[in-house]
């Protein structure tokens, strides 16, 4: 791999773990949340046989722009990273402003139409969740709430198909471990 492309995944580690450095895993072991960044971004590795380094940054930088507290906009993704990966993140970034319901809706409506590396990333994504909800699920959720939980996942997932089959492999074991 280039110098430059092992630069800029370092960089990104880095801003990402600084970005979310107060948040944790809703998770009952409250994971630190770099830990759900590395967890995607080696998946999406994985995934391209370490062929992509955009796409291992924007896993790394998923959920930056969703949390508006953290004070990271479009325009310095552009800035640090460069408009194609700045663009996967927006991607997968959902509207905060829309209640949480409707926003899923959308995840759902909006996933046949995301670009290749984004259907990866979502993909990632959703299997490190189904993940941390078969290891370390959070205290308060019930059988049914996991179990609404895996069935909208695969949701998502179906309309992000046919993009790579290894992350969906992955994804789909996981889901077949869901027995709530
Ligand atoms: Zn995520």
């Known amino acids: ?28 072991a409250r994971e630190p949340y770099i830990n759900h960044l590395t967890e995607v971004a080696r998946l999406v590795a994985q995934a391209t ?5 955009k796409l291992i940054i924007a896993a790394l930088l998923h959920d930056v722009l969703e949390d508006q507290a953290l004070h990271v906009n ?9 408009e194609r990966v700045a663009r996967i993140v927006l991607e ?62 695969a949701e998502v997932v179906a309309g992000c198909r046919g993009v790579n089959e290894w992350i969906e492999a992955v994804f789909d074991e996981r889901l077949s471990l869901g027995k709530f």
């Open 92 to 153: 997968v970034t959902d509207d905060k402003s829309l209640p949480k319901a409707e926003r899923k809706r959308l995840q759902v409506v909006h996933a046949p139409h995301l670009s290749r590396r984004a259907r990866i990333l979502k993909i990632a994504d959703k299997a490190a969740n189904l993940n941390s909800i078969l290891h370390t699920p959070p205290r308060d959720w019930s059988a049914a709430r996991k179990r609404e939980y895996f069935a909208w996942a």
């Open 1 to 28: 791999m280039k110098a430059k492309k092992v630069l800029q995944i370092a960089l990104a580690l880095d801003f990402a773990a600084w970005a979310h450095s107060t948040q944790r895993r809703k998770g009952g």
């Open 74 to 82: 479009y325009a310095m993704l552009v800035d640090h990273f460069g």
């Open 49 to 53: 046989g370490g062929k992509d380094h």
